[in-house]
Nanobody, 120 residues
């Protein structure tokens, strides 16, 4: 599985961006897509997750402002980011997960990041 994240850029506080994660390769078994981010000097943190057949989940810091979704072909995963704040500045990464033969253990892949910079 290969993942390509895009859509980052420089925006001002309160503006919006939409990130896109394009998946290719053996994607038919992917059942979880995750967005995570890493701010300068900080550890990577969870942002949002979409799982087949389940409601999306979000970090408290982005709940109500960010929306994760997938296209019908399951090749694209989006992160719509509204009302951006200075603290949303980070490199954003997407991750794909597929199940293995061991219950509760997934294969996972990371894409390269896309930089989001929010300025005042």
């Amino acid at each position: 599985v290969q993942l390509q994240a895009s859509g980052g850029g420089l925006v001002q506080v309160g503006e919006s961006l939409r990130l896109v994660c394009a998946a290719s390769g053996s994607i038919e078994d992917i059942h979880v897509m995750v967005w995570a981010r890493q701010a300068p000097g900080k550890s990577r943190e969870f942002v949002a997750q979409i799982t087949d057949g389940k409601a999306p989940i979000y970090a408290n810091s982005v709940k109500g402002r960010f929306t994760i979704s997938r296209d019908n072909a399951r090749k694209l995963t989006f992160l719509q980011m509204n009302s951006l704040k200075l603290e949303d500045t980070a490199v954003y990464y997407c991750q794909a997960q597929s199940p293995t033969a061991v219950a509760g253990v997934n294969n996972y892949w990371w894409g390269q990041g896309t930089l989001v910079t929010v300025s005042s």
